[in-house]
């Protein structure tokens, strides 16, 4: 089954602490997405990459950080930096900026 | 800025129609998505209109006005698990997806 898949489903962090997020695709697209979702507001772009070795700032990309060093795989570290982390976290992938974007399951973080 | 305007609730009847609808104002235009999202779930794609007029999809259907900047989802024969949040998503000159803050819908029996 082609997919997207994101784990944990929930994760706490503690104060001072980095945590990973993971993000897999079988799907063959080239663009990965991070987005955070919180109450009330609309998905907010975090970081996009449009290709292996290669990804850009979103809107609100100030402590996080991403890697794209294989095709298959987009992992999101939320840093001690973001002072507000507690969100909703999705990551998405598509063919390619024109097309259209399909959704992981998502992952709760919490702080502890 | 960029701003997209859905109404925050609905509440409809099974069996009913109902049709939400969303404006926009962006840094260009390049497609408009409906997202379907069950609370706590990912949101799941339900239609894309790039030119003017409706794009027909079973029980939903979804109308473009570019000139207006307007858009509206429409859902008929509303069943109890179309109760859900529908997001409204812009791509714009950048081919970056602006998005609404969603319209959470109740269904009642």
């Known amino acids: 089954d082609g997919g997207i898949t994101q784990s944990p489903k929930y994760l706490f962090r503690k104060e001072g602490q980095n945590v990973t997020l993971s993000c897999e695709q079988n799907?063959?697209?080239?663009?990965m997405y991070w987005y955070r979702q919180d109450p009330g507001q609309g998905l907010r772009l975090i970081y996009y990459?449009?290709?292996?070795?290669?990804?850009q700032k979103g809107d609100i990309a100030e402590g996080y950080s991403v890697s794209r060093e294989k095709k298959e795989s987009f992992p999101l570290t939320v840093t001690s930096a973001q002072k507000n982390p507690t969100a909703f976290y999705l990551c998405?992938?598509?063919?390619?900026?024109?097309?259209?974007?399909?959704f992981g399951p998502g992952t709760r973080l919490l702080v502890l | 800025g960029q701003n997209i305007d859905q109404p925050t609730e609905m509440t409809a009847t099974e069996g009913a129609i109902v049709q939400i609808n969303c404006t926009y104002q962006?840094?260009?235009?390049?497609?408009l998505f409906w997202y379907q999202q069950h609370a706590g779930e990912a949101p799941t794609f339900l239609s894309y209109?790039?030119l003017d007029g409706l794009e027909e999809k079973g029980r939903f259907s979804s109308f473009l006005s570019r000139s207006k900047g307007y858009s509206y989802l429409l859902l008929k024969e509303l069943q109890m698990k179309d109760s859900a949040s529908y997001l409204c998503a812009v791509r714009d000159s950048n081919y970056q997806l602006i998005w609404g803050a969603g319209t959470k819908l109740i269904i009642k029996p």
């Open positions: 990459s449009q290709i292996v070795n290669d990804f």
């Open positions: 209109n790039v």
């Open positions: 998405a992938s598509g063919e390619g900026d024109a097309e259209t974007q399909y």
């Open positions: 962006t840094s260009g235009f390049n497609g």
């Open positions: 799907l063959n697209h080239d663009a």
